[in-house]
């Protein structure tokens, strides 16, 4: 068994990705916007420099190490922390994960640094990439994504739409919808023809059902952002997760999903915090009866407890 993951996280159920193993690359909430929606909170630290936050080898011996436990997973997706085309290795970490497995990889970015040849070449490794268009205007965009300064909008969208003419692979975009902030007729229509420019393969919606930076922000209802798919049309789907509320999921569910979990590797008590979501003490109460009821057992491994399912 490895020791404590540093850079990767998961694997987690991803509506779009499956089973997605994360690798987080950059500092917690480092990036080139500061988005009202985030759910990482109001500060961080807005950059534009590209640079090796992560070393590619410390993220790859990680991977290394988790292969050989016997990793399943349908996706290995940079995403995290922060914004991930801001490590300048990301293009030498993808090509190390294709040289270690033939999994999947995905790349979530907000999409600002396209205008940068080199971040295109090195989202280009990848088998899918998901960037983020919130707006179809220059104000509604400074409002919702607080972009760093010297990010105007048209060379954000101009990004994206060179991104399409270099990248052959799927490109999902992803658009975040909040009551009253970008959901009139105008901005809907704006943002449609928009689409039309970037030519996504697949255009996915999404709300605010889990916290936000911002707390006065408003989700758009499930009737509602149905409608706007509609509006927009481009085979848009809505992919918000209404069914989980913004809190611990209820008990049963939680505890199935341990176990599922843990069907699939063996994990330890901070690997399922991690990717559940769900605090230290919810994750023990589970486990001690997943344990009584002969579901699960421990084993220790490099004076560490992992989990089991028998």
């Not at 950059?47 to 936050?53: I, S």
């Amino acid at each position: 068994m490895s020791k404590s993951a540093k850079y990767l996280f998961g694997p987690v159920p991803s509506r779009r990705l499956g089973l997605s193993l994360g690798v987080d690359i950059v500092p917690l909430k480092t990036c080139s916007q500061n988005c009202i929606y985030c759910q990482l909170g109001r500060h961080g630290k807005q950059t534009l420099q590209r640079k090796p936050y992560v070393a590619a080898e410390a993220v790859l011996a990680e991977l290394k190490d988790r292969l050989a436990e016997g990793l399943h997973a349908d996706c290995i997706t940079f995403s995290g922390s922060g914004e991930p085309t801001l490590n300048s290795d990301l293009g030498r970490m993808i090509d190390g994960v294709r040289s270690l497995t033939d999994i999947r990889i995905a790349v979530i970015t907000n999409g600002t640094l396209f205008s940068d040849p080199q971040v295109r070449s090195d989202c280009c490794k990848a088998d899918v990439v998901l960037p983020s268009l919130d707006a179809g205007d220059p104000e509604t965009f400074d409002k919702i994504n607080r972009p760093r300064e010297n990010i105007s909008f048209e060379t954000f969208v101009d990004g994206l739409c060179q991104f399409r003419r270099d990248y052959a692979g799927p490109i999902w975009l992803e658009v975040f919808f909040l009551e009253g902030v970008n959901t009139r007729d105008d901005q809907v229509a704006r943002m449609r023809e928009l689409i039309a420019r970037i030519r996504p393969d697949k255009v996915h919606l999404n709300t605010a059902v889990r916290p936000t930076a911002e707390p006065y922000l408003a989700a758009v209802d499930e009737t509602r952002l149905h409608t706007i798919a509609d509006k927009l049309d481009h085979g848009a789907e809505v992919i918000a997760d209404f069914a989980r509320p913004p809190v611990e999921p209820a008990a049963e569910e939680t505890a199935d999903r341990i176990l599922e979990m843990l069907r699939r590797r063996p994990c330890s008590l901070d690997d399922m915090c991690r990717s559940l979501g769900i605090s230290a003490a919810a994750a023990v109460k589970h486990l001690e009866h997943l344990t009584s009821t002969g579901k699960i057992r421990t084993e220790n491994a490099g004076g560490k407890t992992f989990y089991v399912a028998n």
